[in-house]
């Protein structure tokens, strides 16, 4: 069984910061490629970034390319999401996922096999 729990939402105005952390445990291995993605309401979940298990390769979504960051501690298998120059269309629960293969489908819900319950990020 794996958990991952999400932290670090709240509410901002446009322009400021945030940073997401997800924290995995259970029978969560850091081999594994993990992402974050965001879901406004009415709209479908969408990919916003992943990270190789290594961190040493990152993928982004063309409208947070350049504000966010994503990265990923494996000693105490953690990921985080720092979140730059913030905007309205920013606003969303924001969920990390965890892919137990390398990073290939990324931007594929389907292609993850376990999700955190989200964090709620608004920013006006």
């Known amino acids: 069984h794996v958990q991952l729990v999400e932290s670090g939402g709240g509410s901002v105005q446009a322009g400021g910061s945030l940073r997401l952390t997800c924290e995995g445990s259970g029978s969560f291995h850091s081999t594994w490629c993990m992402g974050w993605f965001r879901q406004a309401p009415g709209k479908e979940r969408e990919a916003i970034a992943s990270?190789?298990?290594?961190?040493?390769?990152?993928l982004y979504g063309d409208s947070v390319q350049g504000r966010f960051t994503i990265s990923r501690y494996n000693r105490n298998n953690t990921l985080y999401l720092q979140m730059n120059n913030l905007k309205p269309e920013d606003s969303g629960m924001y969920f990390c996922?965890?892919?137990?293969?390398?990073?290939?489908?990324?931007?594929?819900?389907?292609?993850?096999?376990?999700w955190g319950q989200g964090t709620q990020v608004t920013v006006s």
């Open positions: 996922a965890a892919a137990r293969n390398p990073c290939t489908q990324v931007a594929r819900t389907d292609f993850y096999h376990d």
């Open positions: 990270i190789y298990s290594d961190g040493g390769r990152t």
